[in-house]
């Protein structure tokens, strides 16, 4: 069997062309938190529906409010979500093929764990990102063409699952950056921080710690942080202040939330745990999209496009957010794996450090 060849730290670690992407990447969060087009989605959908088909939808909408949907969908949450996840496997990408992903984008070396895609450049995993997105969105339209067959009865389900499918396709892009949502409880609560945000940036009134911190660092261009030789430890990090102090406080406040979590709902249970509470934020806003599902033959047609639109929202904000924390942590990740010695540093680099 031919040996493993491990990774090594790039020369430079943040290249030009990384450094370049930080102010694009702020421009693509500015263009994101502008009003949806969701909800114009809806409203088009509805114009193209005939007034007796209209008057029907009506008449079936009018047995069931929007907090009796919210309170079958949060029940559904509770009793069946284990059905949901079952669902969600299906469209959900693995931690392997991650990395078989990754691999092909690298040379010379083979990334064996999510904590060494750091290593790889950050442009390149942006590609793979890109055709995963594509991924995603096909599946939000076959979930939502499935789910919305069903007409008003189905929505309870729909909005369950499809909104579940939002947050895994958020965990799925914090592990192409090399975050590792499966085994690392306060990363789990940061993506579903991402994923509350991406459902709602402009407002952001989540009232949480974490959230307006994940806005903070959206709103930050070039940070000097890129420039400087970064160190290894949370601690160290936070003494620098700025950016760096930033996630570092967003670390501290995941790691709290996630132990809390893991108290009430154990290891297995954490996910559930935070999707449920991410759900009961959002949920009743949810509803909202659900206008063009109301009504019977038409609903799997407007629930499919509603679905998707939603879906492309929710990944575009979650790859800008985790491709900048990766630019921003990047230096941080790679020392802090050469210090533990797993991996020797380029030479250059070392002497670099050492004039």
């Known amino acids: 069997m031919d040996e493993i060849k491990r990774p090594y730290a790039p020369v430079p670690i943040i290249d030009e062309k990384e ?68 669902q969600a496997a299906k469209f959900s990408i693995s931690e392997k093929t991650i990395l078989q992903k990754v691999n092909t984008v690298v040379s010379d070396y083979e990334i064996i764990e999510l904590s060494e895609v750091c290593f790889a450049r950050s442009y390149s995993l942006a590609k793979l990102v890109n055709a995963y997105k594509s991924q995603d969105t ?137 999707f449920r509470e991410a759900f009961e934020q959002i949920g009743r806003k949810l509803t909202l999209k659900t206008a063009g599902k109301v009504v019977p033959y038409f609903s799997a047609l407007f629930g499919a496009l509603i679905d998707a639109a939603q879906m492309q929202r929710v990944l575009n904000y979650a790859d800008v957010f985790y491709h900048k924390r990766y630019l921003l942590e990047k230096e941080n990740r790679i020392k802090a794996i050469v210090a533990s010695d797993a991996i020797i540093i380029d030479a250059e680099i070392v002497g670099e450090e050492e004039q």
């Open 138 to 274: 096909v599946a939000a339209l076959v979930e939502g063409g499935a789910t919305g067959a069903f007409g008003f009865w189905g929505l309870p389900f729909n909005m369950v699952l499809s909104t579940f499918l939002y947050f895994r396709a958020v965990q799925s892009i914090a592990m192409f950056y090399g975050y590792d949502v499966k085994n690392d409880g306060s990363e789990l609560v940061i993506a579903s921080e991402v994923f509350t945000n991406a459902l709602c940036p402009a407002q952001n009134d989540v009232n949480n710690e974490v959230s307006s911190i994940l806005v903070k660092i959206m709103l930050m261009s070039k940070a000097e942080v890129v420039k400087q030789t970064a160190k290894k430890t949370w601690s160290d990090m936070a003494a620098r202040g700025g950016v760096t102090l930033l996630l570092a406080q967003m670390r501290a406040l995941a790691n709290k939330s996630a132990q809390k979590a893991l108290e009430k709902a154990g290891a297995k249970g954490l996910e559930n745990s935070l």
């Open 19 to 86: 450094a370049a992407l930080l102010d694009a990447l702020t421009e693509r969060y500015n263009k994101l938190i502008k009003p949806s087009k969701i909800a114009q989605i809806s409203t088009k959908a509805g114009e193209l529906i005939p007034k007796n088909i209209k008057s029907l939808g009506a008449e079936i909408a009018a047995n069931i409010s929007a907090q009796e949907l919210y309170q079958q969908a949060m029940e559904l949450i509770t009793t069946g979500f284990k059905v949901v996840e079952e």
